[in-house]
């Protein structure tokens, strides 16, 4: 049984205040399976967005764990939310999370695997 998103965005949340950082749901999606994207601010104005791997990243030994690849990276907001309301007019059910990791890495939160 997986977890659900609700849930697991519940936990993320947490981990980031945990650490010293800052996180807000931006759009909440479907509670039990929409695709999760986080955007990852820096404290000097540099971005990174994170979206769902691709399903041959998928981990049979992990069935709970959800993994991210790295979509972009940079300074240009602008081009972040252009990129999230494509995703959005895409899939209406995505949730966008936004942190500032604090003292935890971004990859010590989520599992980013690489393209």
Do not use: C, H, N
Request: glycine share 8%.
């Amino acid at each position: 049984m997986r977890v659900t998103t609700d849930l697991w965005v519940s936990a993320l949340v947490r981990r980031v205040f945990g650490a010293g950082g800052f996180a807000a749901v931006v759009k909440r999606g479907a509670t039990e399976a929409g695709a999760v994207f986080v955007l990852s601010r820096g404290r000097l104005g540099e971005a990174a967005l994170y979206g769902p791997a691709p399903q041959t990243s998928y981990d049979s030994a992990k069935p709970d764990e959800r993994f991210f690849t790295l979509l972009d990276f940079g300074d240009d907001a602008a081009a972040f939310d252009a990129r999230l309301e494509r995703e959005k007019k895409f899939d209406s059910d995505i949730w966008v999370i936004e942190i500032e990791a604090g003292t935890a890495p971004v990859d010590e939160l989520l599992s980013v695997k690489a393209e």
